[in-house]
C-alpha cells in the first residue's frame, strides 16, 4: 500500500503544507489505497520537507515529483482528460500558486513578529523547552534568508501585500463561479490552488495574508468546492 508523510496538524490546521493537502487530494481522486501518516520534523523527510510517498520501498518526495510518479502508476490518469493547452495553463497557474503566493503565506507566518509565537508553537513544541526559542530563531534566519534569495523578502510589508493582493486577484478573475477550472471534474490542478488556498482562508489565528484574501469571495467558493468534492480539508474538521 501507498504511504503517503504529512506535517503534523498545527494552527487550526490539519495539515498546514498546501502541497501535502495537495498530493492527498490527488491521491484520493484517483481512488487509490493509501496510508496517511504525520511527521512533526520535516528533517526527518529524504529532502527535509514534506509530502513524501512510499512506494514499494521507495521514498518519492517533493509533491510535483509525487504527481509524476501516479501519472506513470495509474498509466496516464492525472492528465486523461486534459488538452495540452489546458495542462499549459495550469502548470502557468500552478507556478504563480506554488512559486510567488506560497512564499508570501510564508512570510506572513514567519516574518511577522506578532504573528511568530504561533510558528513557535506549532512546529516547535517537539524540541525541548529550554532549546525551543534557540532552534525556532535559527529555523526562522534561514526562512528569512530563503526569502530574501526568492526576492520577496527584500520587500516591506505594504510591497508584500501588493504582491499577494495582484495574485489573489488574479485567481479570483480565473476560477469559475461553479465547478471547476477545467470542467465538471476537479484535477491535479485544482488540488494545487485549493490546497494552498485552505492554508491561507483557514489559517488560525489569521495571518496578515488571511484577512487580504477574505473578500475574494469567489475563490474562497471555489475552494470549499475543490474540498468539499474530494473529501480532503486543510482545516481540522
Same mark, same amino acid.
Given at each position: ?65 509525487? /504527481? ?14 486534459? /488538452? ?122 489569521? /495571518? ?30
Amino acid at each position: 500500500m501507498l504511504e503517503l508523510v504529512v506535517l503534523s496538524p498545527a494552527f487550526g490546521m490539519r495539515n498546514v503544507s498546501p502541497y501535502c493537502v495537495k498530493a492527498e487530494m490527488l491521491l484520493k481522486s484517483l481512488d487509490l489505497p493509501f496510508k496517511l501518516t504525520e511527521e512533526a520534523d520535516p528533517r526527518k523527510a529524504p529532502k527535509g520537507k514534506m509530502p513524501y510517498l512510499i512506494a514499494d520501498g521507495e521514498k518519492i518526495a517533493d509533491s510535483e515529483l509525487i /504527481t509524476e510518479y501516479l501519472n506513470k502508476l495509474t498509466d496516464g490518469q492525472v492528465y486523461k482528460n486534459l /488538452t495540452p493547452n489546458q495542462s499549459a495553463q495550469g502548470l502557468a497557474i500552478s507556478r504563480l500558486c506554488e512559486d510567488h503566493l506560497y512564499w508570501l503565506m510564508v512570510a506572513s507566518r514567519w516574518l511577522d513578529d506578532a504573528w511568530w509565537p504561533n510558528v513557535v508553537e506549532g512546529f516547535f513544541h517537539i524540541a525541548p523547552k529550554l532549546l525551543r526559542g534557540l532552534i525556532a530563531n535559527g529555523a526562522r534566519k534561514q526562512v528569512r534568508q530563503t526569502l530574501a534569495l526568492h526576492g520577496l523578502g527584500k520587500h516591506n510589508l505594504d510591497e508584500q501585500k501588493g504582491f499577494a493582493q495582484r495574485d489573489l486577484q488574479a485567481l479570483e478573475d480565473l476560477v469559475p463561479s461553479s465547478g471547476f477550472l477545467f470542467g465538471d471534474t476537479p484535477t491535479i490542478y485544482d488540488f494545487t490552488v485549493a490546497g494552498l488556498m485552505t492554508g491561507i482562508y483557514d489559517n488560525q489565528p489569521a /495571518t496578515w495574508l488571511t484577512t487580504l484574501a477574505q473578500p475574494y469571495q469567489r475563490l474562497h467558493n471555489y475552494t470549499e468546492r475543490v474540498q468539499e468534492k474530494t473529501g480532503v480539508y486543510g482545516r481540522i474538521i
